[in-house]
Nanobody
């Protein structure tokens, strides 16, 4: 079992930055691909970013590419998402995710093995 705790959400103005973090406990994250999904008001949960177990490969939704950066530290069992140039349409609950195989832009949320509890990000215009 893996327990994930998301932190770092908040209220920010458009153009601002936030950094989300995910701390894992239980089994080591080293054998899991990690990622971030988000769910906006009235929308389905959608892929935001993914990273391979080694950290070598990263994947981004087209809507966040060039603005968001996903990183992981397997020695600390943590996952981060640096979000820059935030837009009102980035407003959503953001969820940390772990999967035993891979997480890319085509991975449906139904395929995820473990979820964090979610953290609210609100971007004001």
């Amino acid at each position: 079992q893996v327990q994930l705790v998301d932190t770092g959400g908040g209220l920010v103005q458009a153009g601002g930055s936030l950094r989300l973090s995910c701390a894992a406990s239980g089994r080591t994250l080293r054998s899991y691909a990690m990622g971030w999904f988000r769910q906006g008001p009235g929308k389905e949960r959608e892929f935001v970013a993914g990273i391979s177990w080694s950290g070598v490969s990263t994947y981004y939704a087209d809507s966040v590419k060039g603005r968001f950066t996903i990183t992981r530290d397997n020695t600390k069992n943590t996952l981060d998402l640096q979000m820059n140039s935030l837009k009102p349409e980035d407003t959503a609950v953001y969820y940390c995710a772990a999967r035993a195989s891979f997480i890319t832009k085509t991975t449906p949320y139904s395929a995820i093995d473990y979820w964090g509890q979610g953290t609210q990000v609100t971007v004001s215009s």
